[in-house]
């Protein structure tokens, strides 16, 4: 972290070496924690100028995304998905030199992260702050290369700091992000890197989420380094649903009673809401963003179902139980998926067998098996 030098510290050096000059009453000597913390503030465009040096734009054949300096002998650092299934990445800095990556150093499939090796030596590096701190209200800056437009720069706040299951937290933050920008930085008002963008909210208004720096950081500590080979094999698109077998529970209509109107009026919204957004990030291959999305979507319905909707608040926590044991994120969204499809199943039977008219339409038949990645 930059030491910012307090006027409260100057004022109290030029004090002692003047003929004894003893300071007035009441002014302190030392700067308080708060005076600190403002002299530390920077303003987006402060915050710009000093970091886009360090953000970089990472192009595979199929993707293009964000990434950030972590290390000045040429670790770079990214989303998983930006880059999942190649083999040949290219790195372009902001001096418009290229670089091809040279291995893999480190990855976290769950949390949608990977750290890249190119072959460059004194790199600028982007500090990395202490996302365990951040609360909502704070205030967050975004860099990225949305649809390739270099150090593209928005600020907005932490909307909510969200625990989607034990293992992952997420930042759902304000400032907006477009495609293009997947695996960029997210600043706190020091300049320090707090988040990684991640997901897009593609049905809400500047709605997005970010990664906490806390894990990037864990695996910068210790390097599970792979050929470009090996990981190209290993995250290629994949999914046991390929053959367009599903595992959707069958419900029986019991599940609703005690349900009212508004409680399953309320599900049918939810329900439908994650798998439009959660759909289109599986398509563009970001099965993990995928999987956030609907893992957060069901647990946030199971709370707001409570006990006054019990029984399909607990077909919800059981597909989120089944889905955390599974290791592939792919796998992972289907088993959230199969969960969403049972329980839109029963309503509209539900709906059938009381003579009232569907509350929602059937889900379209191309989200039944996956799509292809698109470029």
Request: hydrophobic letters at 40%; charged letters at 20%; proline letters at 7%.
């Amino acid at each position: 972290m930059r030491i910012v030098a307090s006027p409260w510290i100057c004022l109290s050096l030029l004090g002692a070496l003047s003929c004894g000059a003893r300071q007035p009453s009441g002014t302190p000597s030392q700067p308080t924690r708060a005076e600190i913390a403002r002299a530390a503030v920077r303003t987006p465009a402060e915050i710009a100028a000093r970091s886009t040096p360090s953000v970089v734009s990472v192009r595979t054949e199929q993707s293009l995304g964000t990434g950030f300096v972590v290390s000045p002998d040429g670790l770079i650092a990214t989303n998983l998905h930006v880059i999942a299934g190649n083999s040949q990445i290219t790195v372009t800095l902001s001096d418009h030199r290229e670089f091809q990556v040279v291995e893999i150093w480190n990855g976290d499939r769950q949390r949608d992260l990977v750290i890249m090796r190119i072959q460059a030596k004194k790199l600028p590096v982007i500090p990395l702050g202490n996302s365990d701190d951040i609360r909502a209200g704070d205030s967050i800056v975004a860099i990225g290369h949305p649809l390739g437009l270099e150090d593209t720069v928005s600020n907005g706040l932490v909307s909510a700091v969200r625990k989607l299951d034990k293992g992952l937290t997420v930042l759902q933050i304000s400032a907006p992000i477009a495609p293009g920008s997947s695996g960029g930085p997210i600043f706190n008002d020091h300049g320090e890197v707090i988040g990684v963008a991640t997901a897009i909210m593609l049905g809400g208004q500047n709605i997005n989420f970010g990664v906490p720096i806390s894990y990037l950081k864990e695996l910068l500590k210790k390097p599970a380094a792979v050929n470009l080979e090996t990981f190209a094999a290993a995250t290629a698109e994949r999914s046991a649903k390929a053959d367009g077998r599903r595992n959707v529970p069958a419900l029986s209509i019991r599940i609703l009673d005690g349900c009212s109107r508004g409680s399953i009026e309320l599900m049918l919204k939810a329900l439908a809401d994650a798998i439009d957004i959660g759909a289109a990030l599986y398509d563009d291959g970001n099965f993990a963003g995928c999987y956030h999305i609907y893992e957060g979507a069901a647990s946030d319905l199971e709370r707001k179902l409570g006990t006054s909707c019990q029984r399909p608040a607990k077909t919800l926590a059981d597909g989120r139980k089944r889905a955390a044991r599974l290791a592939d994120p792919s796998e992972q969204a289907w088993a959230m998926r199969d969960t969403f499809d049972g329980l839109l199943d029963v309503i509209r039977r539900h709906g059938s067998q009381n003579g009232r008219p569907p509350l929602l339409p059937a889900p379209s038949p191309k989200r039944d098996v996956p799509p292809r990645r698109k470029n």
